[in-house]
């Protein structure tokens, strides 16, 4: 016990050495509690500049007719008409009802290949390291990227893709268009945002699965547990907190979508595949509406905060089983 | 002998600096920043601002943005405030905006001292680049480059003997550049889907592009010879009746039928560098696109020469043009304000003009466009000087850009995403626009 203790002071009295005098003299003079504070201030500040600030800013705008360019106007308190009109507003209602589906469908589909490639990939089977790097490839590449060369792939004359469904279904490749139709636009906007973050999804569903100790199947065997009922009585109980959290992730994103779908059609072809984040854009950087695009971000941010404190609660209660 | 070599250095060192700073005054001369749109007529204003470089001492520095991106960039910067942009060579539907947020110098005064006349410019290019409230004599800006939207088409494929008697048969008229919209369909249809020289082409690439301005600039080529008008009466923002006119709503079908029948497949996002890609790799017969970009098509190693063509936009009930082009102005946020008025002065002279037209701008001045060797100085010249003489402008009001996106959202809705009929888009238009006006307290 001795001998520990004379070690600690020996590396106090090294740490102590090491600390410059200046340094040493200005910390002993404060409390715990304030070198506490001086660590998280700056973070705290911060927080409060980039994030608290604009807020609180935005919400007084929602209540103006603030035009941001037209700084020679002065903005007039005018209540809640900004979010009277957001919300009687159809063109509004028509993007949240595109978000809505985008996100819907991107979930499924992400959930349902993004399970299953982590199934697979867990299999451990030959050169299954190789095949994890490439399945992860797509997630490594920027948005506005991925929305570039989808397009090309798209061209109904040279694209890959029209070329690839014409060789399966012996379909002309030039007789539809992927990101020009308004029937296919929004196909086409889900299966680039699969393609791209499907591998986020089945890296953490991996992670899930790997986390399952060997033992609680060995004991299911043992109890006679065909496949199928180990995989809905543990498997699925055991990953689905991790794949509740990527969801939740994925949807957060998807909701504020912005990039990938401006490069690929840029909310086109008229208007069908105009997510409220572009309409939000347009609204706030184009149209400079500022006051109203402000109510608007208002109403999504209440939206999205909602919905995930909800969800938050039904994943707490999901781990707590 | 070393001590006098050292006096000797001494003193030429003293003489270059005290040269250098009494001279003609190129070393302290200030930099002056140009903001323009990143395409072929801003290369030849490079070249010709060597010129102003040369003989004020100002070393020209140019800031150019695709024209995507331009009205985001430039106008952020205006409305930020921001000192980038000495002189800005902006849109001219930017000119209320600039006028009444403080972003443009006025500069009537200036062109009062220093004897710039405004009729020493096309009356049009006045009104719609320099002029707000539009025609009255307050100037923000020196015409700077006229434009127009206009076409061009593959003279070659035209003169196919196989092809003319075809038409003939077809049409009862030779095949030629069509001088109607309705001879506009009929020739592209001609040309859709046909095998030429071994390879499928379409038969003509317009403007369908959603994001900035592209659909509107296209439709309103179509809209403008059916007789569409912003309001009943000038000033007054009485827009029913006259956007939604049957004569209108018959210009947007024909821009729609346009769009159905004859553009290459996947046609839906499509502006200045699409029309191009498509006429120069051979794909369609005939191309819109805006007059700057014909001095470059028409030295085109694959489609210019003798194979290219140029026609002014075809009328209908009336002829017109959409206008393109732009003045230049001073930004009033500039610290260099004096600077960049002097390259306005040098810039509006008559043999500077020239060099700017011979160099592939579109001059505005009557010493160039009155010359009687004009018409004949380029294939485009005499299309251009009669596009100039029937233009037409979108709203140049403050809140350009929110009328602008309400239209490309209607038009886009209905032209490429088939979505109703080209009479609600207009009706809904109108709604839009009452909105946007209604907010300015115009009405």
Known sequence: MAETTSQIDRIAARAAKATPVAVASRVR????????????????????????????????????????????????????????????????????????????????????????????????????????????????????????????????????????????????????????????????????????????????????????????????????????????????????????????????????????????????????????????????????????????????????????????????????? | MTKFMNYALGAAAAAAIAGGALGPGKAQAEDITLCWAAWDPANALVELSKEFEAEYGHNMKFEFVPW?????????????????????????????????????????????????????????????????????????????????????YRKDWFS??????????????????????????????????????????????????????GITMGATSALYPYNFKYEMTPGKYDMEGAVNSPDAVAGLEAYKDLYKCCTPPGYTDSYMQESLDAFKSGQVAMAMNWFAFFPGLYKDPEVGGDKIGFFVNPGQLSEASTLGGQGISVVAYSDKKDEALKYIKWFAQPDVQKKWWSLGGYSCHVAVLDDPSFPDSQPFAADFLLAMGGVKDFWQEPAYAELLLAMQKRLHDYVVADQGTAKEALDKLIEDWTEVFEDEGKL
């Open chain 2, 160 to 213: 196919k003997p196989e092809l003319q008697a075809e038409f003939k048969e077809k049409h009862g008229r030779d095949l030629a550049p069509p001088k109607t919209w309705t001879e506009m369909k009929e020739v592209a249809e001609f040309f859709q889907g046909r095998e030429i020289d071994g390879k499928t082409v379409y038969g003509v690439s317009i403007f369908t592009e959603r994001g900035s301005e």
């Open chain 2, 68 to 152: 995507p991106n331009f009205a985001d960039r430039m106008l952020n910067e205006l409305n930020s405030g921001g000192k980038l942009c000495d002189l800005l060579i902006g849109d001219s539907q930017w000119i209320g905006g600039g006028a009444e947020n403080g972003h443009y110098v006025k500069l009537n005064d200036f062109f009062d001292q220093e004897g710039i006349s405004m009729d020493d410019f096309a009356p049009a290019t006045v009104y719609a680049y320099s002029t707000w409230p539009k025609g009255t004599p307050n100037y923000y800006a020196l015409p700077a480059m006229g434009d127009a939207n206009g076409w061009f």
């Open chain 1, 29 to 321: 003079g404060l409390s715990d509690k304030a070198i506490a504070w001086l660590f998280i201030g700056p973070t705290i500040v911060l927080l409060l500049a980039i994030n608290i600030f604009p807020l609180i800013w935005t919400v007084y705008l929602s209540f103006t007719d603030y035009k941001a360019n037209r700084l020679t106007r002065p903005a007039e308190f005018i209540g809640l008409r900004n979010y009277e009109r957001v919300l009687t507003d159809s063109d509004i209602w028509h993007t949240l009802q595109v978000t809505a589906r985008f996100l819907c469908w991107t979930m499924a589909l992400q959930v349902i290949l993004g399970f299953g490639l982590a199934w697979l990939i867990n299999k451990q089977f030959k050169g299954h390291g190789f095949w994890t790097t490439v399945i992860l490839l797509p997630m490594m590449l920027s948005p506005a990227v991925v929305g570039n060369f989808w397009t090309f792939l798209y061209q109904p004359q040279i694209g890959l893709f029209n070329y690839a469904i014409s060789f399966f279904t012996g379909i002309p490749p030039s007789s539809f268009q992927m990101i020009g139709d308004v029937n296919l636009a929004p196909w086409a906007i889900v299966i680039v945002d699969t393609w791209m973050w499907t591998p986020y999804i089945m890296l953490i569903v991996l992670a899930g699965l790997r986390s399952i100790p060997d033992y609680i199947y060995e004991a299911a065997e043992v109890d006679r547990a065909s496949q199928w009922r180990q995989f809905w009585s543990i498997t699925v109980p055991m990953v689905l907190p991790f794949l509740m959290l990527a969801v939740l992730f994925r949807a957060i994103e998807n909701f504020k979508m912005f990039d990938l779908v401006v490069e690929l059609t840029s909310g086109g072809p008229g208007s069908v595949t105009e997510l409220a984040s572009i309409n939000l854009k347009r609204e706030a950087f184009e149209k400079w509406r500022t006051g109203y695009s402000s109510a608007f971000a208002i109403i999504l941010f209440v939206t999205v905060f909602g919905a995930a404190s909800i969800y938050v609660k039904a994943l707490n209660a999901v781990k707590q089983r």
